[in-house]
């Protein structure tokens, strides 16, 4: 069968037409990392900038070999801005996944009007991330609705100043984070628990199983996977922050929401050193595909461990 | 008793989600009356709260289209007409791009065992914050003179949202049954014939999918159009936000009626697709 020409050929050629086919993708990618990548590492290591008057390959003539990425051990501002994009992703990401669940758990089976409920709770999602950001700019102003509901319902003059003060900022960029995307968390987390096998569930009610038993010990471990990859999604798009918190408060009041991406934003554009945001740049992109490293070995033992679990 | 833990239930059940929608309305409904509020209530005193506009008026659309409306003192020389045709030009030939080569890509990929690392390394560009390489493409773009152009941000949104179109058309391919393709192998089709006349046609309601969904995503941007535009092909999102006047201050009306505009099509769109969103937010992991 193997020295089949026929066969052969057919596979020669299929292999012959998988690579032109794939040709296109290779070529946006080596496109997309190639020069970039080699360009932000080798201006890294000098101190050239826009206002150098040389263009960047003439780099080597201000060669400082690590004195950026020392420079990035002792700065203040940017570790400040990693720790308070860790620390928004820290909140956010658990309060959209466990909002997330409950709705689900609630849509689980039917009910009249489910199907229009459920379209009105995936809205938030697709909004424009800017246009979100800029919805509650508005709703946040001092004399915004916001304020103006709690004036309402407390009877007081509630005049908080929310974009303005460094804790109510955090808030209110928090708050928008988990509008927008507990749909998100909602909807992957429906897909799972409406894939977790009624049979199962079935054969747990007949033993007797309430709806508590039920969902801890059957429902919760068929959905690892699913569970994973919402958190993980989120986790990523949450450390990327930037359109929703630059159109709220450009990273202010003074640096106080400044996440990573808005940081490198700014020291691009007002203080011009490139050679130094091209370091940042590198340490980010080794430091995301360690983690992303880490993630795969994790989800693929997860995969493994489930489909030895079907084997049994 | 049973009956009672039912109703108990249900009665449970619709006040969480009324609430839910509420919350989540909020924002979208206060933007859109204020899309159709005149000036003078843009803005009201902190002891009241205007939920409908008293006087709706269309001044807001008229003067982001036209430039300039009865209401308001100032004139404005950008009208919001070029940011609409750019979102839409660029959005739908980025769409194109990531498409045609995903499509591509997954194929072979699926198909031909070819290129082993190649999924994972699409997928990394999502990985990836945008900003970090921000300077060298910023750099590259303006050495291929694409800064500012329609298909300079085209070519940029195809890369950017390639990984979604590559997972998800992968996985589609992987469930098309590979009978139907051997069989029209042994009649003699050539591999290219059978992908073209086979088996794209059969993913063509997946393929729709993909597109509407990567439209979405393409649409949405605005770090990279930031970035990339400065005056010609400024999108909707940075316009919005350039919508600022020295005299008048916050130009809340005007920018609640493109924001609005800018919000409208993905709903839309997403509502349309709703069955596969899951499928296109984990990159064809999960389906529905």
Redesign the interface.
Known sequence: MASNPQTLT?AQ???K??????L???L??V??FA???L??IY?SLSWWGPLEGVP?YYAYESLNWFENYIYLFEDERLWGSIWRTLLIMLVVVPVEFFLGL??AI?FVDN?TGKRV????????????????G???Y??F?????V???L??ITGF???ILWLSETDNAFVAIMIADI?QWT??MF??LL??L??VPEDQLKAATLLGANWGQKFLRIALPKMRI?MI??LV?RA?EA??L??VM??MTKGGPGVATET??VY??KV?FMELE?SY??A???A??MF??AL?AIG?IILSNAQKKRLANVVD | MMAGNRISFEVMRYTFIIAALAIFLIPIVWMTTLAFKPVAEWTTAISEITWLPKNPTLGNFEFIFTGQTDELIITMPNTATMPIIASLVIASLGTLIAVVVGTLGAYGVSRFQVGNNLPLSVLQLRLFPPMAVMIPVMMMWSYLALVDTFWGLSLIYGIVTLPFSFWLMKTFFDEVPREIEEAALVEGCSQWRVFYRVTLPMVKAPLATTVLFVFILNWSDYVIALLLTRKDWVTIPVYMNSLNSAMTGEMYGSKAAIGLIAAIPPVVLGIIIQKHLVRGLTFGALKQ
Request: glycine fraction near 10%; proline fraction near 6%; aromatic fraction near 16%.
């Open positions: 057919l050629q299929g292999a037409l998988g690579r032109w086919m794939t296109p993708t290779q946006l990618l496109f997309i020069f970039p990548g360009m932000i201006v960047w409950g709705l609630l009910f409920f459920y379209s009105i709770l995936l809205m938030p999602m697709m909004i424009v991330p800017a246009v979100a800029y919805m509650f508005i709703l102003q001092s004399n915004g609705p304020n103006q509901l004036s309402l003059e509630i005049d509008w749909p998100l909807l992957i897909a799972g409406l894939g699913v990859i919402a999604i990523v450390f990327k930037f359109d630059y159109v990573i991406s490198v934003y691009t490139w945001v091209s940042i740049g590198f980010i992109l995301l595909t992303g795969i």
